[in-house]
């Protein structure tokens, strides 16, 4: 029986995770379960599945779900980003499912790091935002990387098991591996004529043709920048060098993702575009559990089909991969700036287009700062959200 603390519980993956969790009900115990501030999906949460403890961040809303819980409710409710450090390092918690979305998922998910648990990284930002300084605390605590993002997750699937226990510092080469290629569908303005994408809306980014997501997720994979987030991810995790990472369009999001060998050989991991196989995998490794979700049917899938990258139609992502390789402070300043973004054209502040813009705006603005600690890390963090806050006035007000 493993002891799981969910960090993002009502959230796209926390609520897939719950649901293969409680498929199997003699492995998996619930200790923690976590969220920022909606109440009515977590009093539905604590009351299905009985956690020990429950964080709110908003201490308001922590309240209110205090209020709200049942009488006989043996559920402690909880407040404040403390309360997600304490439930993640825990010594009663073996396993971290980190699926806070944002920066805000560091702290909690460095603090499950440092005390050595088996952590599930949904969280993109621990890697973006701190990827090194990340790393080098799990090799120090001892604390296992599993890659959730089924991206990551397929790639993991198609290492050699002795790769598979050297998560952020295995040699590639050492492997008999060429080149890792990490796959995205394009989202949904693939074949959208370039020169309308600024007219483009926030309900039609988010209308993503294959995965179901949040809103935050939905428009950066419209922008690629999601998928740009994920190389980088791919550059800690499996500690790559520049030719040794590559990017395909895949529209059908079946195969998930490829390592490429140097005889020749390419192996692919292939499935339904549904979380909770990743989500599966991870939480039963190295064993296979059941997820949930069905087999493929290769007799219905069709054609698939691959096309290059667009630096044109997706700029976002080219300031990734570049800043992927300019360092750790323009990776996270690029995080910051992006969330600004994203968060100004679900408003209605700026155009989709506008979204590059703030992004390369802040980058261009970035100031260097030695990256040896978290509190390093978070300075550039509010100087990229300052840079992007200012540009978005500019463009609000041109």
Not at 54 to 60: I, R
Not at 108 to 137: C, H, Y
Not at 207 to 231: C, F, R
Not at 277 to 298: M, N, Q, Y
């Amino acid at each position: 029986m493993q002891s799981i603390t969910i960090l993002g519980a009502t959230g796209s993956i926390g609520q897939n995770t719950l649901d293969v969790v409680a498929r199997h009900p003699d492995s998996y115990s619930l200790f923690a379960v976590t969220a920022n501030g909606n109440v009515n999906a977590m009093l539905e949460i604590v009351c299905r599945y009985k956690p020990q403890y429950a964080v709110m961040v908003d201490s308001g809303a922590a309240e209110r779900l205090r209020s709200q819980l049942p009488v006989d409710a043996k559920t402690e409710v909880l407040a404040g980003e403390q309360a997600l450090t304490e439930v993640s390092g825990c010594a009663e918690v073996d396993v971290v499912m980190a699926a806070i979305v944002g920066a805000a998922g560091l702290a909690p998910t460095l603090a499950a790091i440092n005390q050595g648990k088996r952590v599930l990284l949904a969280n993109k930002e621990a890697l973006v935002v701190s990827g090194e300084l990340f790393i080098n605390a799990a090799r120090n605590s001892g604390a296992q990387i599993l890659p959730v993002d089924s991206e990551h997750n397929a790639i993991f699937q198609c290492l050699p098991d002795l790769a598979q226990q050297q998560v952020g510092h295995m040699q590639l080469t050492d492997h008999g591996i060429d080149k890792l290629l990490l796959t995205g569908s394009g989202g949904p303005f693939r074949h959208t004529p370039i020169q309308t994408l600024s007219q483009q809306t926030p309900e039609q980014a988010c209308n993503h043709p294959n995965w179901s997501m949040g809103q935050k997720i939905s428009v950066d994979s419209a922008t690629m920048l999601n998928k740009g987030l994920e190389y980088i991810e791919a550059r800690w995790l499996f500690n790559c060098q520049r030719e040794q990472l590559d990017i395909v369009i895949h529209p059908q999001s079946v195969i998930h993702s490829m390592v490429q060998y140097i005889d020749g050989s390419v192996i692919a991991q292939m499935g339904e575009p549904d979380m909770r196989t990743p989500i599966a995998h991870v939480l039963g490794f190295p064993e296979r559990i059941r997820s949930g979700v069905k087999g493929l049917d290769f007799m219905a899938l069709g054609e698939l089909s691959f096309m290059p990258v667009d630096f044109n139609r997706y700029p976002c992502l080219k300031l990734a991969i570049d800043s992927c390789w300019a360092g750790q402070s323009a990776t996270t300043t690029l995080n910051a700036a992006n969330e600004v973004a994203v968060a100004a054209f679900l408003q209605g502040q700026i155009r989709f287009t506008d979204i590059a813009e703030v992004c390369d705006s802040a980058l261009q603005s970035l100031e260097c700062i030695k990256v040896d600690s978290v509190e390093a890390l978070m300075a550039i963090d509010s100087q990229a959200r300052r840079a992007a806050s200012q540009r978005v006035e500019q463009v609000v007000y041109a």
